[in-house]
């Protein structure tokens, strides 16, 4: 099978990290893939390219930014080129472009987005006039799918398969965190107000007015420049510029969590994280917001889940994580494998659609 996957933009986020492994693990089991975008390669995205094409991915992003009649010419050339059986969309603009192509492959949507895409008049009128281009709508929660049901109507097949982790990343579950001489917690999200990192350090001012050894890291995709500004001032006014580090997107994930104590995660919203997955993979305790997307690890061990917009209850569990140790989550049907496997079904249904599914 020849599989395109077509995302935003190649950079650190959830849905392109995504993207990027289901698309090894396809490679890998033996179909040919190529990832495309309609936006310029990030810098911080240039390792993640580089592990693609090593793996045999093919990796067709522009060279500079296009407007919106270059995007679809782009689109269609790496179509031309790649010549796929099925495409994979990532994210409601990726989706709405490649459907407005004149192009006959089948079109599967992914929808990503925690929020509603659909609140924008304009997305929403031409989600309604191009709906019925999508083979398939996956949504990588049931809050997707009622979200678009909702706003948009119905579609003959939608599907909700959850985001998967990588569970070989974070191997060292149970070990002890390195001695550093300070304790860290850590926030991985993009600097987006709905991420809630300004939550984050205002509980965490409180957790340093009475643990001296105790550090913040904030990292993540630089979304929003205002709101990271914004976060910036707020812990140089608290007087916190020698214990919060902020800094953008990481590419060693998963040593950040092997090197901290404690993991933040105050999100208004998400839709299925990939940096909550792979926190509760790297068995780090967790504090997060209690949001319906996070309800199903509530009574995970090492776990906990409130209302961070309550600065006392927020810094109180932090300080309490600090003490917890690693644990062990079941993630059974949260593994990149077994959504990499769902993608696979889907496009086989998609290809061949009066085929009869044994079990």
């Not at 033996?30 to 495309?36: L, R």
């Not at 281009?133 to 109507?153: L, P």
């Not at 305790?285 to 600065?311: C, Q, R």
Request: hydrophobic share 45%.
């Amino acid at each position: 099978m020849r599989i395109l996957q077509v995302i935003l933009a190649p950079r650190l986020s959830g849905a392109e990290v995504l993207a990027k492994g289901v698309a090894i693990g396809h490679q890998q089991g033996g179909h040919n893939v190529c990832i495309t975008s309609l936006m310029p390669e990030q810098e911080d995205f240039e390792h993640i390219s580089a592990e693609l094409r090593t793996h045999g991915v093919l990796c067709l992003f522009p060279r500079r930014i296009l407007g919106k009649v270059g995007r679809l010419l782009f689109l269609h050339r790496a179509i031309r080129q790649f010549k796929p059986d099925i495409i994979f969309a990532h994210a409601t603009i990726p989706a709405l472009y490649v459907r407005a192509l004149p192009t006959r492959v089948p079109i599967v949507w992914v929808m990503h987005s925690g929020a509603n895409d659909f609140a924008n008049n304009a997305l929403l009128y031409a989600e309604r006039l191009l709906s019925g281009r999508a083979k398939a709508v996956i949504g990588v929660s049931q809050k997707n799918i009622d979200e678009y049901v909702k706003e948009v109507g119905s579609h003959p097949s939608m599907i909700v398969v959850p985001n998967g982790v990588d569970l070989s990343r974070f191997a060292q579950v149970g070990e002890a965190s390195p001695s550093t001489g300070f304790r860290q917690i850590v926030q991985i999200g993009r600097y987006i107000p709905e991420k809630n990192q300004l939550q984050t350090v205002h509980a965490f001012a409180q957790v340093a007015a009475v643990e001296p050894d105790v550090r913040l890291l904030l990292c993540g995709v630089i979304e929003n420049l205002d709101y990271h500004a914004t976060i910036v001032k707020h812990v140089e006014d608290l007087g916190l510029k020698d214990r919060v580090v902020i800094v953008g997107p990481q590419s060693n994930v998963a040593e950040i969590l092997r090197n901290s104590h404690a993991f933040a995660m105050p999100s208004s919203f998400e839709a299925h994280s990939i940096g909550f997955l792979e926190a509760l993979a790297s068995g780090i305790p967790v504090v997060g917001n209690a949001i319906p997307s996070f309800a199903f690890a509530a009574d995970f061990p090492g776990v906990d889940l409130l209302d961070t917009s309550d600065t006392d209850a927020y810094s109180s569990a932090l300080r309490a994580s600090l003490s917890q140790p690693r644990a062990t989550r079941p993630l059974a049907g949260l593994t990149l494998q077994s959504t990499a496997d769902r993608y696979l079904a889907i496009a086989s249904d998609v290809l061949n659609p009066t085929r009869v599914r044994l079990g």
